[in-house]
């Protein structure tokens, strides 16, 4: 199920990224190398929106990986309690 997510704009002209829901188990690797298990609950070509346990910090470097894609390099764009937001800082295949 695709939504459009209000928060975010995609293209600078106003327009918002599409934002796929999904319960997508994955793993994030801090920049110390400490790793927590999340689960991806919605995905766009810019980012996602993750839940956690509450130890990622708004503003650090970190490593996603989903599936059997390739890790992907992201910015904890925001924290707040057991959800997260990544910006990718690199193109993304997830999956």
Request: proline letters at 5%; charged letters at 20%.
């Amino acid at each position: 199920m695709a939504e459009r997510d209000p928060g975010m704009t995609g293209n600078g002209s106003g327009a918002r990224s599409v934002r796929i829901d999904l319960a997508q188990p994955g793993m994030v690797t801090d920049s110390d190398g400490g790793r927590v298990a999340v689960i991806v609950r919605d995905l766009s070509k810019d980012g996602c929106r993750l839940s956690t346990d509450g130890s990622l910090i708004e503003g650090e470097q970190v490593m996603l990986a989903v599936g059997k894609g390739q890790p992907v390099p992201a910015l904890v764009a925001w924290a707040l309690g057991d959800d997260a937001g990544l910006h990718f800082t690199a193109p993304a295949a997830i999956g």
